[in-house]
T-cell receptor, first 114, second 114 residues
């Protein structure tokens, strides 16, 4: 089965630093998402992206966050100035037809902000 | 409000027992989809099933079965003859936000003891 690939699997950074989390969605998918999961807690929606623009974002996704699809294959999440509370597992997902279809999730990037 | 409630935080059973995971949802949509995802200890999110609101027939897939009851807004998941490999966190999910995001319940940690 096709896969969503995320890199790196673990990222450790200092508070205030910028991080970029990378994702390669499934090639024929049109909808892309970022979710995060703080340890032991629920999976929280951050942002959805379609047709080269953000289609929905949550209140978590403030000005410190941005997403980009710089080429035909990558989908990135940038956190401009990380805070301690940004420490979480970040999941990328993609789907053919939006959230009414099955979402394929990557295996996640564990971000630790020190 | 559109939300998903999984009241069972943790369930522990002995191998070969049957176990039911509860999911109650709220939605203002007249047609909608519901999902279950599994998160094993390795951390990835694995799609299990999608149901649409048109179809209230129960679904069975091997040892897994789902009971969808619109009258009680519930979409419960039963594992028959549980196995240790079923140990995971199970999430129920519902598209919300004009169907641009998938909202997850808080999850149920299932532990199957040998």
């Amino acid at each position: 089965e096709p896969e969503v690939t995320q890199t790196p699997s673990h990222q450790v950074t200092q508070m205030g630093q910028e991080v970029i989390l990378r994702c390669v969605p499934i090639s024929n998918h049109l909808y892309f998402y970022w979710y995060r999961q703080i340890l032991g807690q629920k999976v929280e929606f951050l942002v959805s992206f379609y047709n080269n623009e953000i289609s929905e974002k949550s209140e978590i996704f403030d000005d410190q966050f941005s997403v980009e699809r710089p080429d035909g294959s990558n989908f990135t999440l940038k956190i401009r100035s990380t805070k301690l509370e940004d420490s979480a597992m970040y999941f990328c997902a993609s789907s053919e037809g939006g959230v009414k279809e099955k979402l394929f999730f990557g295996s996640g990037t564990q971000l630790s902000v020190l | 409000a559109q939300k998903v409630t999984q009241a069972q935080t943790e369930i522990s059973v002995v191998e070969k027992e049957d176990v039911t995971l509860d999911c109650v949802y709220e939605t203002r949509d007249t047609t909608y989809y519901l999902f279950w995802y599994k998160q094993p200890p390795s951390g990835e999110l694995v799609f299990l099933i999608r149901r649409n609101s048109f179809d209230e027939q129960n679904e069975i897939s091997g040892r897994y079965s789902w009971n969808f009851q619109k009258s009680t807004s519930s979409f419960n998941f039963t594992i028959t003859a549980s196995q240790v490999v079923d140990s995971a966190v199970y999430f129920c999910a519902l598209p919300t936000g004009s169907a641009r995001q998938l909202t997850f319940g808080s999850g149920t940690q299932l532990t199957v003891l040998p």
